[in-house]
């Protein structure tokens, strides 16, 4: 099949395939041949199975068609227009894999994709009738309130996850449907089930659907008006699905009686080298006959025969046959479409042409928007859906009953501390675990988070649902949240029933823990961006939290000369040196070792006449304390951007989605 002429005349007609068409489609990867010379069509109110062994090319065909794999030659078109960005917001695909969050309910997650995902100028009450409305015709009005659930988790079935996934797609009302193999791992009346559903669906609302399926009973298979078959990367066979046994017959490959036809379609094309030439020459001098032109002889090779191979698409067809249908369009039209529209341009009614604004083509049927919901509704609604997800991971009730515990076990152990010499080591020691424990807890949860999620957010980011800046500030925002709850309430209790210094050293330390916590949940996001693997992602988390407790200033006060510069690579180091300097410096005085015959005080001003008081100055350079309180914590907005930096850098450009 020939391209369209860009260059016909004004007054000249051609012809648009209506529907989605492919032709001659050609995809290599990594040196690998993935398809050769693919064609076929695609039509409004029609199922178009595409059927075939495994590695035949199917999958690797719906990601052509959806625009996530580029094609070397060949082209795409929707109702005649080549598939570019814009219009690749009109094809939805479903993936074979059902991934959601578990612990939503069906409705949380369809009311986000809803909310997300359809217009900004659409009213949100009626973007929730619109999911409704599809959530009754998929049949999924009834578990509304029912989680989604997973291995471990209870939620919805098989089926009900199926019809879940397809909604999420189909609420943007696209005009094309693909799906990858939706019936996978179904029983056979949820199968049957879940395709009659999308039959009906499509014939109602007239979509163009594509969809791959494995090995379907006899039942479902002929529930597809038209059928692709894929052998090796080729295609095999297009047409009606009726005629497919026929066909085979034709090629001297008949079937017996009482045989399922998929069955049989998928044992010939597995038979061997031998078979699959045979079929492939076949369909290729089919072809040869209608085409009605010089072709390669049928003693060619199998690559020979498939370099030029193309579907036959010429003829105006009868759209009851499941066959392709065309529609007319103006020269000028076409001409027209192949540059950027202007609003003065518009095609005059014509006799046996169709009439259209391309300025209503441009701004209403493909809109140029890159995303159909503002930065400030995407971020909204990603805070609270990350919100909902993460507070039963950050606040689930092991995790306030380890913060009782080691609240009432700190509290007992260093219990009124009395303010002497002898208890400074104990003082620093509380000062340092609280330092510890509330900025490594944060980074271990932060570590498992995106492991956690990164399956739903690749397939969202593939799908071009939102913009990755909002939800990586959706995610900061709402973690460090829900992490700042716990050490208020640790350290309302410890501080006072340690004793530590009075009012004013209370705040300024719970808001140096409250920075210091978000410096660890921001080391732990970039660690796990870094990873995307759980295990690894703790294992180098172990690594990194050991080489910052060392280097923190409670172990190590003596380091030598020329490795004592790595300190400062610690952000410990500067928390619980601010820490340090608020109990010394705000609290009340350190009373002077008693003097004994085995025992005396390190600090000379402790000797000066009848002085029993330690001067904080003195405290602070005996702790080479050097810097003023700002000089300690302001670093840790450093450590905070960094990461922060780090970790967007990494997901947008390291970890994009496949």
């Given at each position: 099949m020939t391209d369209v002429d860009s260059n016909l005349d004004p007054g000249e007609t051609a012809k648009a395939p209506e529907g989605l068409v492919f032709r001659n489609v050609i995809v290599h990867a990594n040196g690998t041949s993935l398809l050769n010379s693919v064609c076929g069509a695609a039509l409004p109110g029609h199922l178009l199975a595409v059927m075939g062994p495994s590695g035949s090319g199917k999958t690797s065909l719906l990601n052509t068609l959806s625009g996530r794999l580029s094609i070397d030659s060949g082209e795409v078109t929707l109702n005649g227009i080549p598939v570019d960005r814009r219009i690749k917001r009109k094809i939805c695909y479903v993936l074979q894999n059902d991934i959601f969050f578990s612990n939503l309910t069906l409705k949380e997650t369809l009311s986000f994709t809803a909310i997300l995902r359809l217009p900004e100028e659409m009213p949100q009450e009626d973007k929730l009738d619109k999911m409704m409305t599809l959530a009754k015709e998929l049949g999924l009005q009834r578990c509304m309130d029912t989680t989604m659930g997973d291995t471990f988790c209870p939620g919805l079935s098989g089926g009900e996850k199926k019809r879940a996934n397809i909604a999420c797609e189909l609420i943007t009302d696209p005009d094309v449907i693909l799906l990858d193999e939706p019936t996978s791992g179904l029983d056979y009346g949820t199968a049957f089930s879940l395709i009659q559903t999308l039959k009906t669906y499509t014939e109602h609302h007239q979509k163009t659907v594509v969809t791959t399926i494995h090995q379907p009973s006899s039942q479902i298979f002929f529930q597809f008006d038209t059928l692709l078959l894929m052998c090796a990367?080729?295609?095999?066979?297009?047409?009606?699905?009726?005629?497919?046994?026929?066909?085979?017959?034709?090629?001297?490959?008949?079937?017996?009686?009482?045989?399922?036809?998929?069955?049989?379609?998928?044992?010939?094309?597995?038979?061997?080298?031998?078979?699959?030439?045979?079929?492939?020459?076949?369909?290729?001098?089919?072809?040869?006959?209608?085409?009605?032109?010089?072709?390669?002889?049928?003693?060619?090779?199998?690559?020979?025969?498939?370099?030029?191979?193309?579907?036959v698409m010429g003829e105006e067809r009868d759209l009851d046959q499941g066959k392709w249908k065309w529609r007319e369009i103006p020269g000028k039209v076409l001409n027209k479409l192949k540059r950027k529209p202007k609003p003065s341009d518009t095609v005059e009614e014509d006799t046996g042409s169709i009439h259209m604004s391309l300025l209503d083509l441009e701004n209403t049927t493909f809109s140029r928007?890159?995303?159909?919901?503002?930065?400030?509704?995407?971020?909204?609604?990603?805070?609270?859906?990350?919100?909902?997800?993460?507070?039963?991971r950050i606040m689930n009730k092991f995790k306030l009953i380890e913060t009782v515990f080691l609240t009432v076990l700190l509290s007992l152990i260093w219990f009124q501390l009395p303010r002497i010499e002898e208890t400074l080591r104990d003082r620093m020691g509380v000062l340092f675990y609280i330092s510890m424990h509330w900025g490594f807890t944060p980074l271990f949860d932060a570590v498992i988070s995106f492991p956690m999620e990164k399956l739903v957010i690749n397939k969202e980011r593939a799908a071009g649902w939102y913009r990755l800046s909002a939800y990586y500030l959706a995610k900061i925002t709402t973690e460090i949240t829900l992490i700042i709850v716990q050490p208020i309430f640790f350290l309302t209790i410890v501080y006072w029933s340690v004793g530590l210094s009075g009012p004013g050293p209370f705040f300024a330390t719970m808001g140096t823990i409250f920075v210091h916590s978000f410096v660890g949940q921001t080391m732990g996001l970039f660690l796990g961006i870094l990873c995307m693997d759980m295990r690894r992602g703790i294992s180098i988390a172990t690594v990194v939290i050991m080489f910052i407790m060392l280097l923190g200033g409670f172990y190590t006060r003596n380091m030598p000369v020329w490795i004592s510069w790595i300190k400062y690579f610690s952000f410990l180091h500067y928390t619980f040196h601010a820490l340090l300097y608020l109990e010394f410096s705000g609290g009340s005085p350190i009373q002077c070792a008693a003097e004994t015959g085995t025992t005396s005080s390190n600090f000379p001003s402790c000797f000066e006449g009848n002085n029993t008081r330690i001067p904080a100055q003195d405290l602070l350079q005996f702790y080479r304390i050097d810097l003023s309180y700002w000089g300690y914590f302001m670093p840790l907005f450093v450590f905070i951007s960094l990461f922060l930096l780090l970790g967007y850098v990494q997901l947008r450009f390291f970890q994009k989605s496949k």
């Open positions: 990367g080729h295609s095999v066979y297009y047409g009606n699905t009726r005629d497919v046994v026929d066909y085979f017959a034709s090629i001297e490959l008949p079937m017996t009686s009482h045989y399922n036809p998929a069955d049989f379609i998928l044992e010939k094309l597995k038979s061997g080298p031998e078979i699959q030439e045979k079929i492939i020459k076949a369909s290729y001098e089919k072809r040869k006959v209608l085409k009605n032109t010089d072709m390669l002889t049928h003693d060619n090779s199998l690559e020979e025969i498939h370099k030029d191979f193309s579907a928007r890159k995303w159909p919901t503002k930065f400030i509704t995407q971020y909204k609604q990603l805070t609270l859906r990350t919100f909902r997800q993460s507070k039963i």
